[in-house]
């Protein structure tokens, strides 16, 4: 299996000020057919399922605010989120789906330093 | 606007089998490809397996031996079957299906999950 390690575990950012996750995957997850990196980025509040933020490594999802933003290829991948707002705090994960299974990072805890 | 819902019962025994249904409504399940993931209680996130159109499956290896996924086309629902479970199986399990057609595990639409205990 494709292990996900994201850091740091947990990210205090003040309100209006830049974020930004980390994600590593144990191999590269460029697909051969189309060059694409098959990675997508969740955010999950308390209670609630997670919402997919990014997929193909920086492709926003429809309806997701501009402020997040995905970038990297191959084996390392970053989450961006411009200017924190206070809706943003949230449990973030990053996927691979490259191979089955897919897998999850562990997780990164952003909260309002 | 498609929409999932996760039903079943909250609490099961261990060594007995785990029962759930997702109801799909808003999107024909023939026509996309639909994940079960798990999540326990303040931990991350695990794929379970997958099912799609006529009932091709895909399964994590991990839980292979114990589980079973179908699906009723005429009902629009989709089912989870994990038998002789533990403790460790106790999580909030999700429903989920990806952005379009072609998406295998870009997962846009979720379920609100549903807990389940394993406990005698």
């Known amino acids: 299996d494709i292990v996900m390690t994201q850091s740091p575990d947990s990210l205090p950012v003040s309100l209006g000020e830049r974020a930004t996750i980390n994600c590593r995957s144990s191999?590269?997850?460029?697909?051969?057919?189309?060059?694409?990196?098959?990675l997508g980025w969740y955010q999950q509040k308390p209670g609630q399922p997670p919402k997919l933020l990014i997929f193909g490594a920086s492709d926003r999802e429809s309806g997701v605010p501009d402020r997040f933003s995905g970038s990297g290829s191959g084996t390392d991948f970053t989450l961006t989120i411009s200017s924190l707002q206070a809706e943003d705090v949230a449990v973030y994960y990053c996927q691979q789906y490259h191979s089955i299974p897919p897998t999850f990072g562990q997780g990164t805890k952003v909260e309002i330093k | 606007q498609v929409h999932l819902r996760e039903s079943g019962p909250g609490l099961v025994k261990p060594s007995e089998t785990l029962s759930l249904t997702c109801t799909v409504s808003?999107?024909?399940?023939?026509?996309?490809?639909w994940s079960w993931i798990r999540q326990p209680a303040g931990k991350g996130l695990e794929w379970i397996g997958h099912i799609y159109g006529s009932g091709n499956t895909n399964y994590n290896s991990s839980l292979k031996s114990r589980l079973t996924m179908s699906a009723d086309t005429s009902k629009n629902q989709l089912f989870l079957r994990l038998t002789f479970v533990t403790a460790a199986d106790t999580a909030m399990y999700f429903c989920?299906?990806?952005?379009?057609?072609?998406?295998?595990?870009?997962?846009?639409?979720w379920g609100q999950g549903i807990l389940v205990t394993v406990s005698s």
């Open positions: 989920a299906r990806g952005r379009g057609t072609w998406s295998w595990y870009e997962w846009a639409h």
């Open positions: 808003g999107a024909s399940i023939s026509d996309y490809h």
């Open positions: 191999q590269s997850l460029i697909s051969t057919s189309d060059n694409l990196s098959y």
